[in-house]
């Protein structure tokens, strides 16, 4: 039977959890996701966790912050003024908000205080620092 190998298109469900067993996403309740391996479509754990399955095969894969979502950085908290944000834009704790940044980018960022005239806002990936379960199936070799 063919493994999956990079340049491999592929379908797999997966149920991702934290440590504490909260799952943060999870395919079988929504269909499967596909994606080629080696692409950086996915975060490099879960790739290379994927190589060398078999269709239908199940198996958990742990992926580190280093090979996930990266390490939290105190770097990526950012303070804005209140006075910069659109008018039509009530900051409320825990939202997340897209931000312009230089070169045309937007960066995703969530609130975590709100003051008299500015707001504190965290723009690392909310699953950053974490290690990551996902108990995953191959479904498919396209």
Known sequence: MAK???GDKVRVHYSGK???GTVFDNTFTRGPMEFTLGQEQTVIGFDEGILGMEVGERKTITVPPKK???AWSRNNIMTIKKSDIPENITPQMGQRLQIP???GKVAQV???KIGDSRIEVDGNHPLAGKTLTFEVELL???
Do not use: N, P
């Open 140 to 142: 498919g070799i396209l």
């Open 110 to 112: 969530t609130v975590t």
């Open 18 to 20: 934290l440590e504490d």
């Open 101 to 103: 940044m230089e070169g």
């Open 4 to 6: 999956a190998k990079s």
């Open 68 to 70: 996930g979502f990266g």
